[in-house]
């Protein structure tokens, strides 16, 4: 094997951790909103589509079989059936729970009201709605405020005006 092609199969093998990981990512959202529903099958079905390209790039080539030689039945897994997906991140699974909780109390995680002065404002109402009730967040709520922190700094959650 020559330099340039154990480079490319690093390269390859890398994409498609990627894309797994794309595809572990867009397959936790658990929405009700239909037109993000249907988004997020395009998405699943782009995903998976890459994964199997990629491992398709990987497999070695096959050798040119011998002509009198007999050669063993291979054994394919059925069509359809997908690899197993690497478990998601806690940190994913914190985000993604965060973002749940705020569908389905009725905000918009990139349009948050103001807190009033003096009242628990919208991150108030996410901590008790999940710490201690979701697997994600244990009873000590520190988890929560940093999952909160990542978000608020990777802008997906911000507030209005």
């Given at each position: 094997?020559?330099?340039?092609?154990?480079?490319?199969?690093?390269?390859?093998?890398?994409?498609?951790?990627?894309?797994?990981?794309?595809?572990?990512?867009?397959?936790?959202?658990?929405?009700?909103d239909p037109i993000a529903i249907d988004l997020q099958r395009k998405q699943?079905?782009?995903?998976?589509?890459?994964?199997?390209?990629?491992?398709?790039?990987?497999?070695?080539?096959?050798?040119?079989?011998?002509?009198?030689?007999?050669?063993?039945?291979?054994?394919?897994?059925?069509?359809?059936?997908?690899?197993?997906?690497?478990?998601?991140?806690?940190?994913?699974?914190?985000?993604?729970?965060?973002?749940?909780?705020?569908?389905?109390?009725?905000?918009?995680?990139?349009?948050?009201?103001?807190?009033?002065?003096?009242?628990?404002?919208?991150?108030?109402?996410?901590?008790?709605?999940?710490?201690?009730?979701?697997?994600?967040?244990?009873?000590?709520?520190?988890?929560?405020?940093?999952?909160?922190?990542?978000?608020?700094?990777?802008?997906?959650?911000?507030?209005?005006?």
């Amino acid at each position: 094997m020559t330099d340039d092609e154990f480079t490319k199969g690093f390269e390859t093998a890398c994409q498609l951790d990627d894309a797994k990981n794309e595809l572990a990512r867009v397959s936790a959202y658990r929405g009700t909103d239909p037109i993000a529903i249907d988004l997020q099958r395009k998405q699943i079905a782009d995903a998976q589509a890459e994964v199997s390209r990629l491992t398709e790039a990987l497999k070695p080539p096959k050798p040119p079989a011998p002509e009198a030689a007999q050669v063993a039945p291979v054994v394919v897994a059925p069509a359809g059936v997908p690899e197993p997906l690497k478990p998601l991140s806690r940190g994913t699974a914190q985000d993604a729970a965060i973002h749940e909780a705020m569908r389905e109390a009725g905000y918009n995680p990139l349009a948050l009201p103001k807190n009033n002065p003096g009242k628990p404002g919208v991150k108030a109402a996410m901590k008790i709605a999940l710490v201690g009730k979701h697997p994600a967040f244990p009873k000590d709520g520190t988890q929560f405020v940093k999952a909160w922190d990542r978000l608020r700094s990777l802008g997906e959650i911000a507030d209005a005006g």
